[in-house]
């Protein structure tokens, strides 16, 4: 059986409801609402809780908590040309790899 505890949760202040929303990644139509952030926190969880003995009792497949996937490390993404070329140059003019830059980009 996976916990609730092992799922991707963020809480964050909505100006909009004056409040505390909490969501989790793995379950995009759940969201809990609430004065505190604590309050959001703990509403979601058991929520997440609640809806996963539902789909246990009920046989229906639950989703993999983000933190228990392996990953390679790789992703492909398509970029024009000339953005391409453009990073490829700066690479060059780094001394470093088209990867490194990359990367050292997507870190910041």
Not at 8 to 17: A, F, I, M
Not at 32 to 53: H, M, Q, Y
Not at 76 to 89: K, T
């Amino acid at each position: 059986m996976i916990h609730a505890d092992h799922y991707t949760y963020r809480v964050r202040w909505s100006g909009e409801d004056n409040g505390f929303l909490g969501t989790v990644a793995e379950f995009p139509a759940l969201s809990w609402f609430a004065e505190t952030s604590r309050d959001a926190f703990t509403g979601i969880n058991k929520l997440v809780a609640e809806v996963l003995a539902d789909m246990e009792l009920s046989g229906e497949t639950i989703p993999g908590p983000l933190s228990d996937r392996a990953y390679s490390g790789k992703f492909l993404v398509r970029i024009a040309p000339e953005l391409h070329r453009n990073l490829a140059i700066e690479a060059a003019e780094q001394q470093v790899s088209l990867n490194r830059l990359i990367s050292m980009r997507l870190a910041s």
